[in-house]
Nanobody, 114 residues
Framework: QVQLVESGGGLVQPGGSLRLSCTASGIIFSRYSMGWYRQFPGKQRELVAS???????NYADSVKGRFTMSRNNAHSAVYLQMNSLKPEDTAVYYC????????WGQGTQVIVSS
């Protein structure tokens, strides 16, 4: 059974930092491209950052210079370091794994508010 489990969300003040983690099981993790997406209420999920199976990263313009995505194949995990957080970063953040099949995590809430 494939599982993607996100953690690390929560409430943070504007300008603060959070580190999201996504741990995968049931897949050959090193084969998968991974992504972080977010969803605002009433909106479709949007790409935040992605990392290929070879470690090449890509970021949405809105988070470039503030967010950093990384992966640790030995731990079957990806991370999203989020710095200089803004209220408009408030959303549910989802982890996605893509190879021959696409899998999603259950999401973790991030709230940026004073």
């Amino acid at each position: 059974q494939v599982q993607l489990v996100e953690s690390g969300g929560g409430l943070v003040q504007p300008g603060g930092s959070l580190r999201l983690s996504c741990t995968a099981s049931g897949i050959i993790f090193s084969r998968y491209s991974m992504g972080w997406y977010r969803q605002f209420p009433g909106k479709q999920r949007e790409l935040v950052a992605s990392i290929s199976n070879t470690g090449v990263t890509n970021y949405a313009d809105s988070v470039k210079g503030r967010f950093t995505m990384s992966r640790n194949n030995a731990h079957s995990a990806v991370y999203l370091q989020m710095n200089s957080l803004k209220p408009e970063d408030t959303a549910v953040y989802y982890c996605k794994a893509a190879f021959s099949t696409i899998y999603w995590g259950q999401g973790t809430q991030v709230i940026v508010s004073s």
